[in-house]
């Protein structure tokens, strides 16, 4: 199983199935064999004598097109073939009785022939009934040039909005088609995609990326290799562009990014990123999305649509809808940026700080130490983790070594010693390990300063740690080196003790096979028998190395 379908030939009554289940919508009986989503709240005789009815459709695979779209503000209702095939005549008539009052109905119709063949034929069927029904066909694509039919894209979601828009603002539907046919004749849009789309049940094809793809899976118009986001965004905006100025059309832009199905939220928000810039801040007005708006099923790929930003589009884009599935316009501008404040308030590191030779060189033993132990750290870390906390260690090592050479780091008083290491591990070490060990130092400084008691203030800050690591003795981590160490001070022991308790501790940690914090926790029992944790080894070294130097 590849992707969570039942039968391939039940998708789209599943998918309409749900949209009718979580929307105020009614939907046509599946005995009758017809696809058709209507707003709940609609009445021909009621809404309908007053307000255009708004229709659109097509085939499946392009969610939430169409039926994303009902609501109040956009269509009163869609008619839905199977996937990326035309409804039958006899749908889109079935759906024009049911929504056409006195003040009439407009198809809006995507440029693919048996779009056009069911939907006009349904209109003049329609019309031999005594209904009011025009119909205006939405052709954006720009892949083609010169193409005698361009194919209807994403920038038909802007038509929905305009021509629901107009209705409910109770616009004669005469008005509402020649509005919606002046902005199809504003509108541009190009897609690009990696991969094609998958039907369900079938394979996806093995195609090189094309730009110019159709929305039913169609070959695009020629093969490129964007080798980045940027590269990709450019062959996209510039054959636009061209179509636009040919048209005597200019920005600033409606910009309009489509998802077509397969991208993440973080290329559709790298894409954005790079269509602002490309264009420059003061030529995109507006933008819609990045969103799904018309997808192809699962393909790769995205397209753009621009539309100058008239007063009038700008107006019914913003207006507001009921409508699911609409994103809505945002307005855009250059970003506003600030300063952070990322001074500190007590500087526990500064130039020509006081130096007592004595503790700087027991620093200098146990940064070597640390060095030292680095291949050994990563080889149990990869034992049990990522393989970096050797590498993590030696990096605060080696900022508290630079600190030292630079003479901005207090040794002659154990406080601002403290805050001082904590402030580098903070900044420099990285990780969670990183993190912790700056708790411990920053904790143990600032109880040092008000207990006087070197031995009990290292305890507060483990006990800091304990509260904001959410760890403690026994769950496989340095604290179970540290906290025997500690107190061990704490009973009067000496520091050769405390070393011994650490390294009792350390290789304790290789009989715990069950891990309850850090990325141990999420490591197999059988891949921790017999592995010493690695912050704890580390631990033990440091304590080791101060009982020698002592």
Known sequence: MERFYNAPDQVVDAVLAATAATSDLRIAAPESGLRILIREDWDRTDQGRQQV?????????????????????????????????????????????????????????????????????????????????????????????????????????????????????KTPLTEIKAATESLCRSLASLGMALSPAAQPGQRPAARAPELGLGIHNESGTREVDPQSADE???????????????????????AV????????????????????????????????????????????????????????????????????AWPGLRPCRAPTTFAPDTH????????????????????????????????????LDAKSGDGDAGASLQSGADAIAAALEAGRLNTQAMAPLFAGIGQLLSRDMGGSSGVLLSILFTAAGASLDQRGDLVESLADGIEKMQTYGGAKPGDRTMLDALVPAIESLQRGE???????????????????????????????????????????EAVARVFETLASTT
């Open 344 to 379: 500190q308030a007590h500087d526990a590191l500064s130039e020509d700080a006081p130096q007592d030779t004595r503790i700087t060189n027991q620093l200098k033993r146990i940064v070597a130490t640390l060095r030292d132990a680095r291949q050994d750290l990563d080889a």
């Open 232 to 254: 990709a965004m450019a062959l996209v905006l510039a054959p636009l562009r061209d179509a636009l100025t040919n048209r005597h059309l200019s920005g600033p832009w409606i």
């Open 494 to 536: 000496s520091l050769s003790q405390a070393a011994q308790a650490a390294r009792d501790g350390a290789q304790a940690t290789a009989t715990l096979t069950r891990a309850n914090a850090g990325r141990s926790a999420y490591v197999p029992e059988s891949a921790l028998q017999g592995v010493v944790d690695p912050g704890a």
């Open 53 to 169: 009815a708004i229709l659109s459709g097509g085939g499946a695979g392009h969610e939430p097109a169409h039926a994303g779209y009902i609501g109040d503000g956009m269509l009163t209702g869609a008619i839905s073939g199977s996937l990326f095939a035309s409804p039958s005549v006899e749908a889109v008539l079935a759906a024009i009785r049911d929504v056409c009052g006195e003040a009439g109905c407009l198809l809006v119709v995507k440029n693919y022939t048996g779009d056009r063949l069911n939907f006009g034929l349904a209109a003049e069927r329609a019309r031999r009934e005594g209904l009011a029904v025009e119909m205006v066909i939405v052709a954006d694509d720009v892949s083609i040039q010169d193409a005698p039919q361009p194919r209807g894209i994403a920038g038909t979601v802007l038509v929905h909005k305009l021509a629901g828009y107009l209705a409910s603002q």
């Open 257 to 324: 990014i489509n998802d077509l199905g397969g991208c993440s939220t973080q290329e559709l928000g790298v894409l954005a990123d790079v269509l602002l810039r490309q264009l420059g801040p003061s030529q995109v007005s507006h933008l819609l999305g990045p969103a799904p708006l018309m997808t192809s099923l699962d393909m790769h790929g995205f397209s753009v649509t621009l539309l100058p930003a008239a007063a009038e589009f700008v107006d019914a884009l913003s207006a507001p809808t009921s409508a699911p």
